[in-house]
């Protein structure tokens, strides 16, 4: 689904899978399933997550393709943030219908992703193979964008 870059260094390397639990505590795991992911990595502490995250919840309500999952990274959790916990957060920004992988306090998922800033994105094709990432707060209509581009993965 997503348009492949040549500008992303782990481009074409295939994203590794992760066994972890969602906002419910319940066993879920991140790996290949034939469909294209966008795997959206956000700190609830973030303020350009918190400015971000409804944008992807916009976006997703305007249409994104069947062959796309959004899969949501709650990470750099911090217990001291008023908005502690994170799965509530995640509730408050709507984005709680989505599937939630939520990191380890050390943000194992976030760096065996790569995670180099917040809020971050990672694009994989059907083959659960790195597109490109993104890192920061993306511009008015990215996530639009990026559903609505033609398939070459």
């Known amino acids: 689904k997503f348009v492949k870059s040549a500008t ?17 505590g319940e066993t879920v795991t991140l790996e290949p399933d034939g469909k294209a992911h966008m795997v959206v990595f ?44 994170p799965s ?26 790569g995670l180099d800033g917040y809020p971050f994105i990672v694009e994989l094709d059907k083959d659960f193979e790195v597109v490109e990432r993104f890192s920061g707060e993306q511009a008015e209509g990215f996530f639009e964008t990026q559903f609505a581009e033609p398939s070459n993965s």
């Not at 994104?64 to 750099?76: K, N, Q, S």
């Not at 995640?90 to 760096?111: N, Q, Y």
Request: aromatic share 6%.
């Open 8 to 24: 992303d260094p782990a481009g074409g390397t295939t994203a590794p899978s992760v066994t972890t639990q969602d906002c419910a």
């Open 88 to 113: 509530e957060w995640v509730a408050d920004m709507g984005l709680d219908d989505l599937p939630t992988f939520v990191d380890s306090e050390e943000g194992a998922i976030a760096a065996a992703y």
């Open 42 to 85: 956000l700190a609830h502490w973030c303020p350009h997550c918190n400015a971000e995250a409804p944008r992807l919840k916009a976006a997703i309500e305007a249409g994104v393709p069947e062959d796309v999952v959004v899969d949501i990274v709650p990470t750099g959790s911090n217990r001291l943030q008023p908005n502690w916990p």
